[in-house]
């Protein structure tokens, strides 16, 4: 019996109307394989009080489009996790403010399946359902060579419909082909009611304490804010922090900012890992995605940065190339006391700083440089990640 093909005493098919009788509603993004998961939920009746959206972004440009960036890999965890919350995120808009956010589901999944040629990576798939508490991430390694496509893409289709039955409080489905030689490994994320609150844009901060907990009110007022994705921290952003702090003759604070405004927002997992790195300082985790936002959070701090960020902060683009919406911008964070400290870095064109940047006339003395010889590491996060250090 294949997945598409679900008379009403098949298990699968009882799964799904399961799920049609809760009252989930889920966005689904489905690349690589298991797109028949959206035929079979289709093809239950019942399927419009559940599937909001199904999509299938095949080509890498079609993926890169539905993320917003183009991902390192496009059968990985990251990408997974960056296709749930972007599901997640469609869910909530094809939804509507009158539906509950607890009864939305995104479900992301990529896959490398067999192909007509010889494959040399392993067989796989990643899924990922997020909501608006948790994040749930399984990886299914299937033994090589044992299956036809089909078989493979029925096992993933079965699988996804697994996990949405399980996310929405439903019996999951009992007839999972899983062989001896397959591995399936699956983890789950709940978010602490404070994260919850800030990822869900109803707090705008909240503080990772040093002793893993959390707390919506700081520890401290901070002169200074240093902002990053930290994936991973290192120590470019010890010695930036601590340069920084002499500066400027004050504490500085980690900020993490859980929705980005070019990125697609961190999964609660994502979150997670990357803060618990920070042990020796409180780290604000925000929803503030654009620096008047931050502004509004930490007003009269100094927000420490790259040159690479302090040109984004500039870029015509994230003002709808409206010069108007710029000049307001900065004119809004310089009314809230704050300015801009910004450290030289390393790209392909050599080292850049303060000086290459085409600051607006009117507001130059917003930003203020660190000098080469105060602080300069050519670490970067992105070349540490492809190397495959974690420091």
Same mark, same amino acid.
């Given at each position: 019996m294949t997945a598409a093909s679900t008379p009403s005493n098949d298990p699968l098919h009882q799964t799904i109307s399961a799920i049609h009788d809760s009252p989930t509603r889920v966005a689904l993004a489905i690349t690589g394989g298991?797109?028949?998961?959206?035929?079979?939920?289709?093809?239950?009746?019942?399927?419009?009080?559940?599937v909001l959206e199904g999509q299938v972004p095949y080509a890498a440009s079609a993926l890169t489009d539905y993320l917003g960036n183009q991902p390192d890999r496009f059968c990985d965890d990251a990408t997974a996790l960056a296709m749930g919350v972007a599901?997640?995120?469609?869910?909530?808009?094809?939804?509507?403010?009158?539906?509950?956010?607890?009864?939305?589901?995104?479900?992301?999944?990529?896959?490398?399946?067999?192909? /007509?040629?010889?494959?040399?990576?392993? !067989?796989?798939?990643?899924?990922?359902?997020?909501?608006?508490?948790?994040t749930t991430l399984a990886r299914l390694d299937l033994a090589k060579d044992a299956r036809t496509r089909a078989e493979e893409e029925n096992l993933v289709t079965q699988l996804v419909i697994d996990m949405v039955a399980r996310a929405a409080g439903v019996p999951p489905f009992s007839g999972?082909?899983?062989?001896?030689? #397959?591995?399936?490994?699956?983890?789950?994320?709940?978010a602490s009611p404070e994260l919850a609150a800030v990822w869900n844009q109803q707090h705008p901060i909240a503080w990772s304490l040093v002793d893993g907990g959390w707390s919506? /009110?700081?520890?401290?007022?901070?002169?200074?804010?240093?902002?990053g994705s930290f994936a991973p921290r290192h120590r470019g952003h010890v010695e930036l922090q601590q340069a920084a702090e002499s500066i400027l003759e004050g504490s500085v604070c980690y900020e993490l900012t859980a929705v980005n405004a070019d990125k697609p927002p961190l999964d609660f997992e994502t979150i997670e890992r990357r803060r618990e790195v920070f042990t020796d300082r409180p780290l604000a985790v925000t929803s503030?995605?654009?620096?008047?936002?931050?502004?509004?959070?930490?007003?009269?701090?100094?927000?420490?940065?790259?040159?690479?960020?302090?040109?984004?902060?500039?870029?015509?683009?994230?003002?709808? !190339?409206?010069? #108007?919406?710029?000049?307001?911008?900065?004119?809004?964070?310089? /009314?809230?006391?704050?300015?801009?400290?910004?450290?030289?870095?390393?790209?392909d064109d050599?080292?850049?700083?303060?000086?290459?940047?085409?600051?607006?006339?009117? !507001?130059?003395?917003?930003?203020?440089?660190?000098?080469?010889?105060?602080?300069?590491?050519?670490?970067?996060?992105?070349?540490?990640?492809?190397?495959?250090?974690?420091?």
């Open positions: 298991g797109s028949g998961a959206l035929t079979s939920l289709l093809a239950v009746p019942g399927a419009s009080r559940t599901a997640f995120q469609r869910a909530t808009i094809l939804a509507g403010d009158e539906t509950s956010r607890d009864t939305l589901l995104g479900l992301g999944a990529t896959a490398s399946l067999t192909t /007509e040629r010889p494959k040399r990576g392993d !067989h796989r798939a990643l899924i990922t359902v997020q909501t608006a508490s948790s999972l082909s899983l062989s001896d030689n #397959d591995n399936l490994e699956t983890r789950q994320t709940v919506l /009110e700081p520890t401290s007022c901070p002169v200074g804010v240093l902002s503030a995605a654009t620096f008047v936002e931050k502004s509004q959070l930490f007003p009269g701090a100094t927000f420490v940065l790259g040159v690479d960020t302090a040109a984004r902060v500039i870029a015509p683009r994230f003002y709808d !190339h409206d010069a #108007d919406k710029l000049d307001s911008a900065l004119k809004t964070i310089r /009314e809230n006391g704050c300015r801009f400290l910004v450290a030289g870095r390393l790209d050599g080292f850049q700083d303060l000086a290459c940047l085409d600051l607006p006339t009117q !507001h130059r003395e917003l930003f203020s440089p660190i000098p080469a010889d105060v602080f300069r590491c050519d670490v970067s996060s992105t070349a540490i990640r492809n190397s495959g250090n974690t420091c």
